[in-house]
Structures are given as C-alpha cells and as structure tokens.
Nanobody, 116 residues
Framework: QVQLVESGGGLVQPGGSLRLSCAVS????????VGWNRQGPGKQREWVATITAGGKTNSADSVKGRFTISRDNAKNTVYLQMNSLKPEDTAVYYCKTVLSTGHEYWGQGTQVTVSS
C-alpha cells in the first residue's frame, strides 16, 4: 500500500511563505504524476499543481507565479513552495500520486491557514 505523508502546514500571515512536503513510500518514478490539491472551508477540492515523471510541471491559474512544485528524487519527496500567500489560500492541502492505470493515492492532508 502506497503511503503519502504531508508536512509543513501551519499558520502564516498574508504575504508570507510556507513549503509543504509530501514523502512517498515508493519510488516516485513509479507514478506518472504527483501533485497537490486543496480544499478550502466550504469549498470543493481543487487542483493546485502537478509534476510528471518526466519533470514537467503545471499549476492552476490561481497560484501561478506564487507556488512552485518540485521534487527530490533521492528522497522520493515532492514539495510545494508557496509564496505571497493570501487568505484565500487557506485550505487543507493534499498530496496525490497517479499510476499509469489511473489509480490514485492520497495523503491525509496538511492544514494551511493564512491570517493576520
């Protein structure tokens, strides 16, 4: 069973930064993509960013230019660097991996709160 463990969430003031980590229990190249989704209070879960096995990255328009997804292959860890945080970024952030079959694995989530 694949395990994903997120960390790095917390309380930050508007304009601040956080870096989320997602430690994957298997070689991340076993997956076609690893990404981040989030769910804000009273909102549906939404896609944030993805990095493919080939290293291609993409992110949602709402975070483009502020959030950066990256990975450390040796550590089987994917990161989400979040800068210029806004109150509307407040959400539980979930890591997700996708197999070539389309099967997905999800982490338990980490809370990010942006507030003064």
């Amino acid at each position: 069973q694949v395990q994903l463990v997120e960390s790095g969430g917390g309380l930050v003031q508007p304009g601040g930064s956080l870096r989320l980590s997602c430690a994957v229990s298997e070689n991340i190249f076993n997956f076609v993509a690893v990404g981040w989704n989030r769910q804000g209070p009273g909102k549906q879960r939404e896609w944030v960013a993805t990095i493919t096995a080939g290293g291609k990255t993409n992110s949602a328009d709402s975070v483009k230019g502020r959030f950066t997804i990256s990975r450390d292959n040796a550590k089987n860890t994917v990161y989400l660097q979040m800068n210029s945080l806004k109150p509307e970024d407040t959400a539980v952030y979930y890591c997700k991996t996708v197999l070539s079959t389309g099967h997905e694995y999800w982490g338990q989530g980490t809370q990010v709160t942006v507030s003064s």
